[in-house]
């Protein structure tokens, strides 16, 4: 079982306001990231780490903005929500180079942006 | 292209075979993967192939590789409905590039 933790699960939340929603790892993975997933399935890199003070947009563009303070720890942290930003967020991390690279993903958070 | 593609969506009824397919990019790819997402949670890696496999099995999965075609599928034997989920086919070109996924459904 992966060990990687996100927070909230859910939100609604209306307009205007500022939400961080939280990753943590236990794996002690230098790569983190995070997906922006559509209704219809598809995932989108919008932000990703390579270690503590590196973080890089991703393919997406996205009006959120990430942190990496702490190996374990990647937040995401939107200043004024809107009802586009209503999606689902996954969190991601991996090895940086051994093994097979596989990705480890959190539950995910689902935001509701009112 | 530069998109890993598969169909969007397939059915079958419980005990057929399902058959999942995926085109992808980069033949330099050392492995590749197959991931799972159920209802309301994260995906979770369901099996991944070696690049110097042609063939990979595990229990009721079989995993198919034509590196020529840049062509890998997923095979369920004896599909369940607890199969019923989004199947992401990925290759590691850049981080990670996922396909779009396929929403498996399988009926009683």
């Known amino acids: 079982e992966a060990d990687i933790y996100q927070t909230p699960r859910y939100l609604v939340i209306g307009t205007g306001k500022k939400i961080t929603l939280e990753c943590s790892q236990t794996m002690g993975h230098d790569k983190m990231y995070w997906y922006q997933q559509d209704p219809g399935m598809e995932l989108h890199l919008i932000h990703y780490s390579y270690g503590v003070n590196s973080t890089e947009k991703g393919d997406l563009s996205s009006e959120s903005t990430v942190s990496r303070i702490r190996t374990e720890h990647f937040p995401l942290t939107l200043e004024s929500a809107r009802p586009s930003h209503t999606s689902q967020y996954l969190c991601?991390?991996?090895?940086?180079?051994?093994?097979?690279?596989?990705?480890?993903f959190g539950e995910g958070s689902r935001l509701t942006v009112l | 292209g530069e998109d890993v593609e598969q169909s969007l969506f397939l059915s079958v009824r419980e005990g057929d075979s399902s058959v999942i397919n995926c085109t992808y990019t980069?033949?330099?790819?050392?492995?590749l993967y197959w991931y799972k997402q159920e209802p309301g949670a994260g995906l979770q890696l369901l099996t991944y192939i070696f690049s110097n496999m042609d063939m990979k099995q595990d229990q009721r999965l079989t995993v198919l590789l034509n590196k020529k075609d840049k062509h890998l599928s997923l095979r369920i034997a004896d599909t369940q409905t607890g199969d019923s989920a989004i199947y992401f086919c990925a290759e590691p070109a850049g981080d990670m590039r996922f396909g779009a996924g396929t929403r498996l459904t399988v009926k009683p």
């Open positions: 980069d033949s330099s790819s050392t492995y």
């Open positions: 991601a991390s991996r090895e940086q180079g051994s093994g097979t690279g596989e990705l480890f």
